[in-house]
């Protein structure tokens, strides 16, 4: 195993961002576009360093026309609070940045032409990645903190159904809200449209991903909450129930509302994973 954390770790590159490279050569921004991709790497930095203080594990950095993302296999398994400090790490490094350039400005190491261009460049790249659309910064942040509201399988269709209706304003935004079609807008638009179509598709595969790694890794020193439930209820409807960041204890009752007794979330776990019957019903846990 590599004793340097960033050795492994594979570098993508999505083929809009050479669209996006591409279109700024023919309008002569090239120098504009390498300066602001230098900033998108120490963006990234920002993620990695955050993911690998928790260790998490990071397979790959996959570049994208609106900068890039950190691909690694805790997202949606990890806690809450890791997601939300590990998308929150890219936009802070850009703004200690914003205030690097300021020193330099300061010291007279740098022009105020470059100061202005690198000052506006973080904040726009921090700024658009704290929209609250997922997979950006802000919609990752979002995802995290309604898990703290919501049942999980209820927040990732609130994430992913908002994030797709905000990605059409956005395209609509890019084509007619100028006058004039905004090219890099409207490739972005149709990159987060496609990347949240796609996710709510595969939002069941990151739902079981999460109820695997429960079961894997027990809730430990959580908030435990105590569900009522009915014992007709199926395996399935109880889990989609279940909230990301505490510990259930389900409540059950029969069909008149008797108390038939409490079953823990690890034996609903065991039950759904190695049952012979995956329509089960939480009442025969009880027998």
Same mark, same amino acid.
């Given at each position: 195993m590599s004793s340097?954390p960033?050795?492994?770790?594979r570098i993508r590159?999505?083929f809009l961002?050479?669209?996006?490279?591409?279109?700024s050569?023919?309008?002569?921004?090239?120098?504009?576009?390498?300066?602001l991709f230098v =900033?998108?790497?120490i963006?990234e930095l920002?993620?990695l360093t955050? /993911?690998?203080?928790?260790?998490?594990r990071v397979?790959?950095?996959?570049?994208?026309? $609106?900068?890039?993302v950190?691909r690694?296999?805790?997202w949606g398994? /990890?806690?809450?609070?890791?997601e939300?400090?590990?998308a929150?790490?890219g936009p @802070?490094?850009?703004? *200690?940045?914003v205030?690097a350039?300021f020193?330099?400005y300061? $010291?007279?190491?740098?022009?105020?032409?470059?100061t202005a @261009?690198? #000052?506006?460049g973080? /904040?726009m790249? /921090?700024?658009?990645? =704290?929209?609250?659309?997922?997979?950006?910064?802000?919609?990752?942040?979002?995802?995290?903190?309604l898990?703290?509201?919501?049942?999980?399988?209820?927040?990732l269709?609130w994430?992913?159904?908002?994030s797709l209706?905000?990605?059409?304003?956005?395209?609509?935004?890019?084509?007619f809200?100028?006058?004039? #079609?905004h090219l890099?807008?409207?490739i972005?638009s149709?990159?987060?449209c496609?990347?949240?179509?796609t996710a709510?598709?595969?939002?069941?595969w990151?739902? *079981?991903? $999460?109820?695997?790694r429960r079961?894997?890794?027990p809730?430990?020193?959580g908030? *435990?909450v105590?569900l009522?439930?009915?014992?007709e209820?199926r395996?399935?409807?109880?889990l989609k129930?279940w909230?990301k960041?505490v510990y259930?204890v389900m409540?059950v009752?029969d069909?008149?509302?008797?108390?038939?007794g409490?079953?823990p979330e690890?034996?609903?776990?065991?039950r759904? @994973?190695?049952?012979?019957n995956?329509?089960?019903?939480i009442?025969e846990?009880?027998?």
């Amino acid at each position: 195993m590599s004793s340097l954390p960033w050795q492994g770790i594979r570098i993508r590159i999505h083929f809009l961002f050479w669209v996006s490279i591409l279109w700024s050569v023919l309008t002569g921004r090239f120098i504009e576009i390498v300066a602001l991709f230098v =900033l998108v790497i120490i963006h990234e930095l920002g993620h990695l360093t955050a /993911a690998w203080s928790h260790g998490w594990r990071v397979t790959a950095l996959e570049l994208l026309p $609106f900068g890039g993302v950190a691909r690694t296999d805790e997202w949606g398994t /990890a806690p809450a609070r890791e997601e939300i400090v590990v998308a929150l790490a890219g936009p @802070f490094h850009n703004v *200690m940045m914003v205030l690097a350039g300021f020193l330099f400005y300061f $010291f007279g190491l740098w022009t105020e032409e470059w100061t202005a @261009f690198f #000052v506006k460049g973080n /904040a726009m790249l /921090a700024g658009f990645n =704290l929209l609250p659309i997922y997979p950006l910064d802000g919609g990752r942040v979002l995802q995290g903190l309604l898990s703290y509201v919501l049942p999980y399988r209820r927040c990732l269709d609130w994430t992913f159904k908002g994030s797709l209706v905000l990605s059409l304003g956005l395209l609509f935004l890019g084509l007619f809200g100028t006058g004039e #079609v905004h090219l890099n807008l409207v490739i972005v638009s149709l990159f987060l449209c496609h990347a949240n179509w796609t996710a709510l598709k595969q939002r069941e595969w990151q739902y *079981m991903r $999460f109820l695997i790694r429960r079961r894997d890794r027990p809730l430990c020193g959580g908030r *435990m909450v105590r569900l009522a439930v009915s014992s007709e209820e199926r395996l399935l409807t109880v889990l989609k129930g279940w909230k990301k960041e505490v510990y259930h204890v389900m409540e059950v009752f029969d069909r008149k509302g008797r108390p038939l007794g409490s079953v823990p979330e690890e034996v609903v776990l065991k039950r759904f @994973f190695e049952g012979e019957n995956p329509r089960a019903r939480i009442g025969e846990l009880l027998r």
